[in-house]
């Protein structure tokens, strides 16, 4: 199989160092995840398709070392997976040169996000495209110690405005179109882990960001096999 096409899996759960233990589910043609963060302000599903491997859960404790391990092979490799009676004990991935061995952790030592529910109504739809991605990561990075946007509506339409305060900052303005629209309160939302979404998925050309007044975003990307979707809690306000 292309590493590659596994290696695009774990950047859109890993998120940058943000997710590090999952338990990833191979069945059928299918390979998926749900993932959340350490500080539990964002939560994420994620399957890819046309996956060809037995069905099994694979409990990944440490993705940094496999992809440590992933980087040291070609890009044509093969999977076998080590067994004991029903329990997954590691991941062999070799190359027609080399071979490495990625030990299985116990799925209750990862910590397993809840079942989504009391999903909020959505009063705003934001259209992503690789304009607004690029200005975002930009604008992120033009501003590394900032680490917060807000969403802000009024009469002029929808802003998003990173390093936003009601006092004179340093910050980034960018306008957005909406599909959706109504007028609600401001509300801010963690830069740093956006930036990490966003870069992870910049091959996709369209996307929808929902925003509920109640304190969630959501965001849809569908490329190529992969099917993800992050919620991002809403950080306390920003004066």
């Known amino acids: 199989m292309d590493k590659y096409k596994l290696t695009r899996f774990?950047?859109?759960y890993h998120l940058g160092g943000n997710v590090n233990a999952v338990v990833i589910n191979s069945k059928g043609d299918t390979l998926s995840t749900r993932f959340i963060t350490g500080d539990k302000a964002l939560l994420g599903e994620l399957e890819m398709n046309s996956w060809n491997f037995q069905d099994v859960e694979l409990g990944v404790y440490d993705t940094e070392q496999l992809i440590r391990l992933l980087g040291v092979l070609d890009d044509d490799v093969t999977l076998n997976l080590t067994q004991s009676g029903d329990k997954a004990i590691a991941l062999e991935i070799s190359d027609k040169y080399s071979t490495v061995n990625f030990m299985l952790s116990d799925k209750s030592v990862i910590n397993q996000p809840p079942p989504l529910k009391g999903i909020p109504e959505f009063q705003l739809k934001i259209k992503v495209d690789t304009n607004f991605i690029t200005r975002f990561i930009g604008g992120k990075s033009a501003l590394p110690d900032t680490d917060t946007f807000t969403v802000i509506t009024g009469n002029d339409g929808v802003k998003l405005v990173i390093g936003y305060s009601s006092i004179n900052t340093n910050r980034v303005t960018i306008p957005v179109e909406t599909e959706t629209y109504e007028d609600i309160d401001k509300v801010s939302f963690?830069?740093?882990?956006f930036k990490d979404v966003l870069v992870a998925n910049k091959e996709c050309e369209t996307a929808t960001l929902e925003v509920s007044e109640k304190g969630l975003a959501k965001i849809n990307f569908k490329v190529d096999q992969y099917d993800v979707t992050y919620y991002?809690?809403?950080?306390?306000?920003?004066?």
Request: proline content about 0%; hydrophobic content about 55%.
């Open 10 to 12: 774990i950047d859109k």
């Open 190 to 193: 963690n830069a740093n882990l």
């Open 232 to 239: 991002l809690v809403a950080v306390q306000s920003v004066d």
